[in-house]
């Protein structure tokens, strides 16, 4: 697992804190599977050594979706061995882990394209259809976005 | 002193003209534009959340937010500084979420930064001023002096309290960056010759958020804008004006060297054995137990390290009169070994000593850093007279 650049001498030390987060996770799941609400953990402001962070990791375990998102910097989105258990890792400035967390939901947001996304998708290709045609013509109005999103 | 409480946009400004404006595009229109997602946007609410302490799910909320917001217009008045704060703020590094809040914002006046200068930036600041009155925040780093007409410190042939109030009279808000505008800082300690203030003492009628720090953590500075900007509202702030979320534990709650503090395991001198062991900076000057800062968990350079980590105790910089503290090497409390003793108030031992000192260390927060540190030292002779 590529480590967090935070070094301290503790970094080593396994406190425990994997299980509470681990039980939380559990209560979290008991209630998507009841009611359908979701929850999150936000890693980051727990006090988790590197240790205490590859622990909840292993004992999380992987489950059968993956993803890798280029925004503005890596992320990293897997389901763990819990279906409905998510977890989520985004890297800022040097790779480094900016925000962590574990989400409890169907499908975390982040994987699902936004309305506004979609729409403005839709205007591009039919732009990039027209250009395609008739490329001496293209269509007034259309969307000047070019790079294609994600 | 009660906390101010978080308020919103609509009560705390009346502007007293508010210009006809065409519509101007949306953060998510503008950026996506410049392909920018809105994955990207809940990537940089998911990052704001967790830096300003909010559960993972308001990010949602903070990425429609910041989505439907316009870019936000700022002005950043530079009086007596040093730089450090937009240093800290602007630190150069490869482009990465944690910078989207430069895309969010625009910067329409910054002595440093702009390109405008001379007659050029000033018309610059004005045309802002009114193309946003009532909307614009103003971003301060500096004291202000005001000794002899405040003669010490003038740009543009006004003096920086002229300039203060004819810049903030139409702003949103204010926000004081760095301990010199939260506090006084350098240019205010001892002997203080200019007679500088801090932003607050002089900005009465508007919100005044002070992130101290010397210089602050840059994410309290663009947590703190990103969170206007996604909600228009002002942070709770504690009661010295300081966002809660990065102002609301002592350096000491959050420190990984407390269970040496615990323990009794203090380094007695920088090259000491406990040093090299990794105790507990308290007897060599550490203010961490009474100053309140993000450091020990957002941490320095992207999350790198902060000062205890690399081996110095915290100064207390971002506390008031933090200069005029009579060394950052003297211990907090010069009662001979015994420091816990200063920080439970009583002989207090095992489990009891975590709870015991910060609840002292919480009770020494009502005081300022000055008089918890001068109830923590005795007298000199002259205060004795
Ligand atoms: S006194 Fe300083 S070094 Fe010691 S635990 Fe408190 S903050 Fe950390
Ligand atoms: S550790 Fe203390 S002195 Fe150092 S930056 Fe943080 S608050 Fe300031």
């Known amino acids: 697992m590529p480590r967090d650049a935070r070094a301290t001498c503790l970094d080593a030390t396994v406190t425990g804190m994997a299980l509470s987060v681990l039980a939380e996770v559990g209560r979290l799941l008991e209630a998507l599977a009841a009611s359908g609400q979701p929850g999150a953990i936000d890693l980051r402001s727990l006090p988790l050594t590197d240790a205490d962070r590859e622990q909840l990791e292993e004992l999380l375990g992987r489950g059968e979706v993956q993803a890798e998102l280029e925004l503005t910097g890596r992320s990293e989105v897997w389901e763990t061995a819990y279906p409905g258990a998510w977890w989520i890792r985004h890297r800022g400035a040097g790779d480094r882990i900016a925000a962590e967390e574990i989400a409890v939901c169907s499908v975390p947001d982040i994987l699902l394209a936004h309305p506004d996304d979609i729409r403005a998708a839709a205007r591009r290709l039919q732009h990039d259809l027209t250009t395609q045609q008739a490329p001496s013509a293209p269509e007034a109005g259309a969307t000047n976005v070019e790079t294609p999103h994600v | ?385």
């Open chain 2, 1 to 385: 002193m009660s906390d101010k409480k978080a308020a919103t946009r609509g009560p705390l400004t009346t502007p007293p003209s508010t210009p006809v404006r065409t519509p101007v595009q949306t953060l998510g229109e503008a950026l996506a534009e410049r392909g920018v997602s809105r994955r990207s946007f809940l990537k940089f609410a998911s990052y704001t959340a967790s830096i300003l302490a909010l559960p993972p799910t308001a990010a949602t909320a903070i990425a429609q937010g910041l989505a439907n917001a316009r870019r936000q217009s700022v002005i950043w008045l530079s009086f007596q500084e040093c730089t450090g704060c937009t240093e800290s703020i602007t630190r150069a590094r490869t482009p990465s979420i944690e910078d989207l809040i430069f895309d969010f914002i625009s910067l329409d006046y910054h002595h440093t930064l702009q390109n405008a200068s001379g007659h050029a930036a000033e018309e610059a600041r004005m045309a802002a001023m009114e193309e946003n009155a009532g909307e614009y925040i103003v971003i301060v780093d500096g004291s202000v002096p005001l000794k002899d007409d405040g003669i010490y410190s003038t740009i543009a042939g006004i003096t920086n309290l002229q300039m203060l109030e004819e810049t903030v009279k139409d702003a949103f808000a204010v926000i004081s960056v760095g301990s010199c505008a939260a506090f006084g800082g350098i240019p205010g300690a001892n002997p203080n010759p200019t007679g500088a203030v801090p932003i607050s003492d002089i900005i009465t009628d508007k919100p005044v958020i002070n992130i101290s720090g010397c210089p602050p953590i840059p994410e309290a500075m663009t947590g703190t804008i990103a969170y206007l900007l996604s909600f228009a509202a002002i942070p709770e702030l504690d009661h010295l004006g300081r966002p809660k979320a990065f102002f609301g534990e002592a350096i000491h709650d959050r420190c990984y060297r407390r269970p040496f503090y615990e323990r009794g395991l203090f380094a007695k001198s920088f090259d000491d054995e406990g040093a090299r062991q990794g105790w507990c900076l308290f007897e060599v000057g550490c203010k961490g137990p009474v100053t309140y800062n993000a450091c020990a968990t957002l941490k320095w350079n992207g999350g790198v390290s902060f000062p205890i980590q690399s081996g110095h105790g915290c100064l207390g910089c971002s506390e008031p009169g933090f200069w005029d503290l009579g060394g950052f090497y003297k211990p907090l409390s010069t009662a001979k070994g015994d420091p816990l003793k200063w920080a439970g108030g009583a002989a207090v031992v095992g489990a009891a000593v975590g709870a015991a000192s910060a609840y002292a260390a919480r009770n020494l927060r009502k005081k300022s850093l000055k008089a918890a540190a001068a109830a923590a030292t005795p007298p000199t002779a002259e205060e004795k007279e």
